[in-house]
């Protein structure tokens, strides 16, 4: 029997060397949690209350806010108990489905963007029978596809994580739990829960960065056969918050990942640093880009304060 191996909780992790600081380190995290929550539920609010918003892109876009909102509140309340009052003790249960949802959302967030651009792949080639191809049920379809797709993948790596023995120290790295980091504990054989992670990674995420690409290649062609250069620009216009969004994802991913393989020359700090900036990062800007680089929901925004204000 390995020693430690009936623990039933891990511990988690702050920033190491800076615990006096982190009632100061909590202000931008709750800043950020609260804006991400008001961010996204704004747009929720918004896409369910406005009627001209009932279309499959603005669908998309409810889906992809509403899995902003659950990676954040998957994430941030551990973050916060550490960060506030100390309370790095996890139970294993709760570690490993934390983890579970951790990981789904991340796959979903991927599927959901992969949608966006097949949404706007349609509209830019195909205007004409748009709404005969995205019709509300292909698009039900579709998120159940991507929801499905998310969160049965991920199941038998995390499934495993309860029946391995935990011999080490029982710390993990972060402030929450991750599949990566749980596994470096376990005591057994986790060849499969190495190499399982990266097939899913390069069948999901860069399968569909990769397919992001081709359809925006084939849109940039439909674009430029356009003869008016003022409907060029109105149509580019219509894929720049989709393509905004798919910057920020990637772009963090690609990053912390880079950290990753850097470890031995990168500061333990930066590790952590960027693994926040990958969780809260994106949902962050999301509803940003959409609120800045979208017409309909400028709008909207307006209209609910100004009516809000003029109620009050």
């Not at 963007?113 to 004409?128: E, G």
Request: glycine residues 4%.
């Amino acid at each position: 029997m390995w020693p430690n191996s009936n623990s039933s909780s891990f511990l988690l992790t702050g920033f190491p060397g800076l615990e006096t600081s982190h009632h100061w380190i909590s202000v931008p995290f709750f800043f950020v949690y609260i804006s991400v929550l008001f961010g996204n539920g704004t747009l929720l609010f918004l896409i369910k209350e406005n009627h001209h918003l009932h279309e499959p892109m603005y669908y998309f876009l409810a889906m992809l806010a509403a899995t902003d909102l659950g990676v954040t509140l998957t994430t941030m309340p551990t973050v916060l108990g550490v960060l506030w009052l100390d309370h790095r003790e996890i139970g294993n249960v709760a570690c490993f489905s934390q983890a579970y949802f951790i990981h789904s959302l991340s796959f979903v967030e991927s599927g959901i963007l992969l949608a966006m651009a097949y949404d706007r792949f349609v509209a830019i080639r195909n205007p004409l029978r748009y709404t005969s191809i995205l019709t509300n049920t292909k698009v039900v379809k579709i998120g159940l596809g991507i929801l499905m797709r998310g969160f049965v993948s991920i199941i038998p790596p995390i499934m495993r994580l309860y029946f391995f023995p935990y011999c080490h120290s029982h710390i993990l790295s972060h402030a929450f739990c991750l599949h990566q980091d749980v596994i470096k504990l376990a005591c057994a054989d986790i060849t499969f829960n190495l190499l399982y992670p990266v097939v899913l990674v390069v069948l999901m995420s860069v399968l569909d960065s990769l397919i992001i690409l081709i359809s925006y290649v084939l849109i940039l062609k439909s674009v430029l056969s356009i003869a008016s250069q003022e409907e060029r620009t109105k149509t580019l216009n219509t894929c720049v918050s989709h393509i905004s969004c798919v910057l920020v994802f990637y772009v963090t991913v690609i990053g912390l990942s880079l950290i990753h393989r850097l470890g031995k020359w990168v500061p333990h700090t930066v590790h952590l640093v960027m693994s926040y900036v990958y969780f809260l990062f994106p949902p962050l800007m999301n509803p940003i880009i959409y609120s800045i680089k979208t017409k309909p929901i400028q709008s909207g925004i307006l209209r609910l304060f100004t009516t809000d204000r003029v109620g009050a």
